[in-house]
């Protein structure tokens, strides 16, 4: 599924695109795309409308026409854009749907599971129906140490299911709660209350590295995601423990463990990130001493 860096990476692909054009004409094949409205009505209601700006809520893509309303587009499993010149869209039993622009391009919808949705929102509708969705967003200069801690305090779930749920932080997904637990060397499962002000800060460091790390090779390359252009990311050939059960960890050479946490397959370094916490005195506790400490 695509997190945080590939749809900032379709975001940044598509806004120059889109921003100041017309949707001129819009075809949505797919009735399951916008349920539970009518897609001749949807398409009809988005014909004409001006995008005035494209911005991103945690895995979510904001179309704001200069009418205010705005396209809530969320790519799930398997959705992409494609945008190709005039009269050129190559053949596809994927497609969802086209807008055409008032340049005669066209930015196709393609998802093969077809769990995307399209949703058309009047004016004032988006914030408070994103607010209900999603959490702070882990890039912004207001996310912090601080804010992070007040997210997990309490919570005796587990760190990565706290991790994966879009209300507590927007934009991650598997991969990049593996790879930033990895980068702040805390074991997944511990209770997400349970970590002190260290650990607070290294997996606040964690994410944000791991998110900037992906979004710096335009998202990875799994499934179906592709760019609008059809090119895809390359942050897939440097992942630390993301898919590499067995590989030996980049930092310590112990093989990486695979495990299943809140229903997803789940990687991590068993030496890296130990099931109890480290003392503060001695980040790499020997086995023994580890041992004792469970
Ligand atoms: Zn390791």
């Not at 749809?7 to 054009?21: D, H, K, T």
């Not at 396209?71 to 596809?92: A, E, K, Q, V």
């Not at 930092?251 to 099931?275: L, N």
Request: aromatic share 6%.
């Amino acid at each position: 599924m695509p997190e945080l860096p590939e749809v900032e990476s379709v975001r940044r692909a598509i806004a120059p695109v889109l921003v100041g054009r017309r949707f001129d004409r819009v075809r949505i094949y797919d009735a399951r795309l916008v349920r539970p409205f009518e897609p001749s009505e949807v398409a009809a209601e988005l014909q004409g409308e001006r995008v005035a700006a494209v911005e991103r809520r945690g895995k979510y893509l904001i179309v704001r026409f200069e009418s205010s309303r705005v396209l809530l587009i969320h790519l799930r499993m398997t959705g992409n854009l494609l945008h190709t010149p005039p009269d050129s869209l190559p053949d596809d039993v994927h497609r969802r749907a086209v807008v055409t622009l008032d340049n005669g391009s066209d930015v196709a919808y393609r998802d093969v599971r077809r769990f995307g949705t399209w949703l058309l929102l009047e004016p004032g509708e988006s914030e408070p129906y994103l607010a209900t969705k999603v959490g702070e967003e882990p890039l912004s200069e207001r996310f912090t140490a601080a804010r992070l801690a007040e997210r997990l305090r309490g919570r005796r779930g587990a760190l990565k299911a706290a991790l994966l749920d879009q209300r507590t932080l927007a934009g991650l997904g598997n991969i990049y709660v593996d790879e930033a637990l990895w980068r702040a060397r805390i074991n997944p499962l511990r209770p997400a209350g349970s970590l002190d002000p260290g650990e607070v800060r290294r997996l606040h460091r964690g994410i944000r590295a791991a998110l900037e790390h992906g979004l710096a090779r335009q998202g990875s390359t799994l499934r179906d995601y592709r760019l609008p252009d059809g090119s895809s990311g390359s942050a897939q050939d440097e992942f630390h423990v993301y898919g590499r059960g067995g590989e030996p960890c980049d930092g310590c050479g112990t093989p990486i463990a695979k495990t299943t946490i809140a229903g997803r397959s789940s990687w991590f370094c068993p030496d890296c990130q130990p099931a109890q916490a480290a003392s503060r005195s001695s980040r790499r506790p020997s086995r023994s001493r580890r041992q004792s400490s469970v």
